[in-house]
């Protein structure tokens, strides 16, 4: 039998058919090249292939061109799923959101014969579609009034007895935190801070059939991309875009902070110029793509993974016969 803290932590996973066909990932730093690469592989794919967003902020209606969701043209050619599924004012979407959506997507993707193809640069996602993720499970309601009526004092005294390393990361005076940790401790047997380091080793290993694709691109050729792409984001009505969008309501504190939007907020609060905006936007976005990069080597040592040097000059139909060709080993 296995353990409730076990059950629960593999819970992104309980839904895979058992004999379904591998998923295929796609992944690769911001501007490398996926969604286009992405929709060549599904038209070539036999029984075709449906596109699945794992892109943190490209599941915001209305943010498409600071998040270079794609086009309509593009969303024509192939089935598109998990873009513009939240609300941007909308607060706390988590990966267990994400994982919910797009389990759903991969299902029925595969009940009509086609392969689903996860496309995205959130690589957070991505590692927790292929190994699973710790949910934390509900608690009794006798549990929570219990540790309700305690004073924080009480509360922290206690987090630090039983789970000494989530009260070092755990600010005392975060009575929710607090309260779910000590919950989490109560109803599974283990420490949330035992449960937290499922992912501390490097070495990534997939609980589910799955064949990735990982672009690489040189530092300074990445770089070129980003900021043509900047470039174009401004021409294509950014500002508007964002404008847009505050007319209707406030920007939610993650969609907020995403680069472009944040830096045009400031364009039309009068705190940065446009020209201003547009350089954060290519800093930040260069920052981006390094810390991805980091995160994509670890997929490298996933077996069968292949490492495609996509190289210029961009020609997404050739790097698709390079992944079919390798599909069929």
Known sequence: MIPCSETRRLSSLENIVPDAPPILVLIGPTASGKTRLAIELAEA???????????????????DIGTASPSEEERARVPHHLFDIADPSQEGFTVHDWLDHAEEAISATQSRGATPIIVGGTNLYVRALLEGVFRE???PIELRNELEALSTDELRERLERDDPDSAERIHRNDRRRTIRALEVHQVTGRRLSEHQTQWSSAVITP????????????????????NARVKMM??????????????????????????GYREFQEVLQGGLSEAEALESMKIRTRRYGKQQRTWIRRFHAIKGVLRLDYG??????QAARIVMDHLKN
């Open 45 to 63: 794919l036999p029984g075709g292939g449906e596109c699945i967003g794992a892109d943190s902020m490209q599941i915001y209606r209305g943010m």
């Open 137 to 139: 499970p509900p608690a």
């Open 207 to 226: 609980r589910r059939p799955a064949r990735l694709v990982c672009l690489d691109w040189p530092t300074e050729a990445l770089n070129r991309r980003i």
């Open 234 to 259: 401004a021409e294509l009505g950014l500002k508007e875009e964002v404008e847009g969008l505050l007319e209707r309501h406030p920007l939610g504190r993650q969609a907020r902070e995403a680069v």
């Open 312 to 317: 210029i000059p961009e020609m997404p139909d």
